[in-house]
């Protein structure tokens, strides 16, 4: 069956730009899960979504970053005014569901460069 | 503040050698995954161990878990170069959504 497809899978823009980056997951899971993985920062959490309840934003960054998920399915992670900092893989996971069998399974991720 | 521990972070290994990569973890937790992250590729899942005790084999690699001493292990028997990729444990905890704390991986090179 079809995995968790993200779009674009590279993206480059120029700082103070606005980017969004895309996220189908595997169908009928439930949860959706946004990571960035960095050289320094390693694999970092920054949004979680469980069906139709409100997001877990704890792991954003700042308030640049914004992420919503539609119909439950479906999200957009996006990020305004992006700077050089920002430049890292951005990966989207999902899963059954928390409080289960919670094992989560990875899109092949966006490289965001911000020059 | 959680941590998730691996070491080595680095590992160059002959091939149809054994090795151990540990990872420890700072608070309680009952679950624990291993991923592979090839380079320029995602991550693949390799082992979910749920419980204290449990053990998990695949091929030439094998996981175990120990919830009391907070620490699994990733054993690899008799390496062939096609092991070579990173490798990450991450636990999971439910006071942040049950997202996943990754070590910082174990770059592992297999050497004829």
């Known amino acids: 069956g079809a995995g968790v497809s993200q779009s674009p899978s590279n993206k480059v823009t120029e700082k103070g730009k606005d980017v969004e980056l895309r996220c189908d997951p595997i169908?009928?899971?439930?949860?959706l899960y946004w990571y960035r993985q960095s050289l320094g920062q390693g694999l970092e959490f920054l949004i979680y979504?469980?069906?139709?309840?409100?997001?877990?934003k704890s792991g954003l960054p700042s308030d640049r970053f914004s992420a919503e998920r539609t119909g439950g399915s479906v999200s957009t992670l996006t990020i305004q005014r992006t700077q050089q900092e920002d430049s890292a893989v951005y990966l989207c996971?999902?899963?059954?569901?928390?409080?289960?069998?919670?094992?989560?399974?990875f899109g092949p991720g966006t490289r965001l460069t911000v020059l | 503040e959680l941590k998730v521990e691996q070491n080595p972070l680095f590992l160059s290994m002959q091939e149809g050698k054994n090795y151990t990569i540990y990872c420890n973890y700072s608070?309680?937790?009952?679950?624990l995954y291993w991923y592979r992250q090839d380079p320029g590729k995602s991550l693949e899942s390799l082992f979910v161990?749920?419980?204290?005790?449990a053990v998990k084999q695949e091929g030439r690699l094998m996981a175990s878990l120990d919830t009391k001493a907070r620490l699994s292990t990733l054993h690899i028997t008799a390496a062939v170069h096609d092991l070579s990729a990173t490798y990450f444990c991450a636990v999971d905890y439910s006071n942040s959504g049950y997202a996943l704390n990754f070590g910082k991986g174990t770059s592992l090179l297999v050497t004829p």
């Open positions: 608070t309680t937790s009952d679950r």
């Open positions: 161990l749920l419980s204290n005790g």
């Open positions: 979504f469980q069906g139709n309840s409100a997001p877990d």
């Open positions: 169908s009928g899971h439930t949860a």
């Open positions: 996971a999902s899963s059954l569901g928390v409080g289960s069998y919670n094992e989560q399974f």
